[in-house]
């Protein structure tokens, strides 16, 4: 698999990778901000995060947000579900209601500009290409990937 080798260049290193729902691990239903229990899961792309999720230097991270508080918890039904090895203390599913609204792209910026790394490599699997150049421009030692590293 193509992510395991890309990852191999850090063998000797402590890696988090940052792993968003929509269009990486669900399929993205557009204007249905309410209903990620109804998305349907990658099969293909959790199945490889999984195998990386064992691997030892590797510490995985969901990484998502959230239109409104609700979602939360329907994103962790649908990850207890479909992708249970996000450990629960790895969730991070922020909240765009409990922020103003503010865009996902800025919201995850900002958690990983004041995110501890502890001297982890960290590398960010999105989709989005508003929400890479956002975290490009406030965090320039992240690693960030598009979603289509999951695809071989």
């Given amino acids: 698999m193509y992510f ?39 099969f293909d ?7 990386v ?16 508080n609700e979602g939360i918890e329907q994103k962790n039904k649908w ?8 450990k629960k203390e790895n969730r991070i599913i922020l909240s765009r209601q409990a922020s103003n609204m503010v ?14 790394s502890d001297g982890s490599i960290i590398i960010v699997i999105d989709d989005d290409p508003r929400v890479l150049q956002e975290i490009k421009s406030v965090n320039k030692g992240i690693v960030l990937l598009k979603e289509t590293v999951l695809i071989d």
């Fill in 4 to 42: 395991k080798e890309f990852l191999r260049q850090f063998s000797d290193k402590k890696i988090k990778v940052f792993v968003d729902m929509d269009g990486v691990i669900a399929d993205y239903i557009v204007g249905m901000p309410k209903d990620y229990h109804k998305k349907r899961p990658l």
């Fill in 45 to 51: 792309s959790i199945k490889k995060l999984k195998e």
């Fill in 53 to 68: 999720s064992i691997l030892p230097n590797i510490e995985l991270y969901f990484f998502s947000s959230s239109r409104y």
């Fill in 79 to 86: 990850l207890d579900k479909y992708a249970p090895f996000f």
């Fill in 103 to 116: 865009k996902s792209s800025v919201l995850k910026a900002n958690f990983l500009k004041d995110y501890e």
